[in-house]
């Protein structure tokens, strides 16, 4: 209930700004009153604040401070244009980020055409930077001089891959939406304290590269990997990255540390498993095989043979107190002849918390 007059003033300064032009309306449900509503939005925990938009509801929460101040500005970012307009293709060439982008070229803005691009890209904005060229400088522009989208993965890499070309009605809301999401599904994200709970509420099991800050040629590494071989595993898999400083927890009970990174990780909230040598990643194959042992149950299955390796070491040795993070990979009984590195999950105190915003940070 605490949160209750905070969100109320929230509402009551944006009323005063928008007044009930129905840019945006705030509202309130209680859910032990309305249960269908609850099972409608996905709500698990309360307070939760989700938005819903042209009638869609957001996966994504609002997870900020709990003050006004802070619910207002967020409410101010949502309302933000994400198109951003340009002129030629120097323009986005000159971007310093020039992944995942869904570029539209139209003769004038006052088209349906641009309404549903628009409408469409405040949906997915959070998935894909989104760009626009109206105009005669467009349709130069356009390789069919026609009003067209386009998205584009890498434009450094920009192979004109007609494929990605949206062939679909460009005044079709869902079905530009339903391209949008299945091209804006990203194919690596970094993992950090503030989006820990919410990708892990998505309930795919992580694959993470840990590296050093510095160090982008591991993660292009990483995504190489993944677009050429790992495309298919993005429904069961989220693909991460984490700079091993921050996570320097999960490291230590790795047995590793800053000095041995890059190295990569599965973790499926249960246990850890640790690729056992990065350098393999530029094997054709082996990182998914690694992948497909989660899968066919063989990590899970190594992972309780080490666990009952450490009993039996103990019971052999009554002085050998170490427990199974501890034991050298010699010793770990294998059913395959790469030895496995297996650990009890640190990741799931990612998983979300009795107090929706809070979880033990010091402890990862």
């Known amino acids: 209930m605490n949160f209750m007059p905070i969100f109320e003033a929230a509402a009551h300064q944006l009323r005063s700004a928008f007044g009930e032009d129905g840019k945006l309306k705030l509202g309130k449900v209680d859910c032990l009153e ?127 891959d007609l494929n990605n070309e949206y062939s679909g009605s460009l005044t079709g809301f869902s079905e530009m939406l339903r391209w949008f999401q299945e091209k804006c599904r990203p194919l690596v994200r970094e993992l950090t304290f503030e989006n820990a709970e919410e990708i892990s509420e998505e309930g795919r099991q992580f694959v993470i590269l840990f590296h050093n800050k510095s160090d982008s040629k591991s993660v292009q590494e990483f995504e190489n990997v993944i677009e050429a071989e790992l495309m298919n595993e993005l429904d069961n898999i989220n693909f991460l990255t984490a700079d091993g400083a921050s996570f320097s927890h999960p490291l230590y009970h790795l047995d590793k540390s800053e000095e041995d990174l890059p190295l990569i990780v599965i973790d499926s909230f249960v246990h850890m498993y640790l690729f056992p040598n990065y350098s393999d990643i530029h094997t054709p194959g082996k990182l998914k095989e690694f992948i497909g042992s989660l899968f066919s149950g063989d990590l899970h299955v190594a992972y309780h043979l080490k666990d009952d390796l450490a009993e039996t070491v103990r019971e052999d040795n009554p ?46």
């Open 319 to 364: 002085q050998d107190d170490r427990g199974e993070n501890e034991l050298t990979s010699e010793e770990i009984i294998q059913g395959t002849t790469t030895p496995q590195s297996v650990y009890k999950s640190k990741f799931r105190k990612l998983l979300p918390s009795r107090n929706r915003y809070t979880f033990a940070r010091e402890e990862l």
């Open 34 to 160: 309305h249960p269908g509503l609850e099972n409608r939005f996905n709500v698990g925990k309360y307070p939760t604040v989700r938005i819903v938009r042209f009638g869609r509801v957001r996966q994504k929460e609002y997870r900020g401070q709990r003050s006004r101040d802070a619910i207002v500005q967020f409410v101010y970012n949502e309302l933000r244009d994400p198109i951003d307009e340009f002129q030629s293709m120097n323009d986005l060439q000159k971007l310093p980020n020039q992944k995942n982008m869904i570029i539209g070229y139209f003769e004038q803005k006052d088209l349906l055409e641009y309404e549903v691009f628009r409408k469409s890209a405040l949906t997915m904005r959070d998935h894909c930077q989104f760009h626009a060229s109206f105009g005669e400088a467009a349709m130069s522009m356009s390789s069919s001089g026609k009003n067209k989208i386009k998205f584009v993965r890498n434009l450094a890499h920009d192979n004109q």
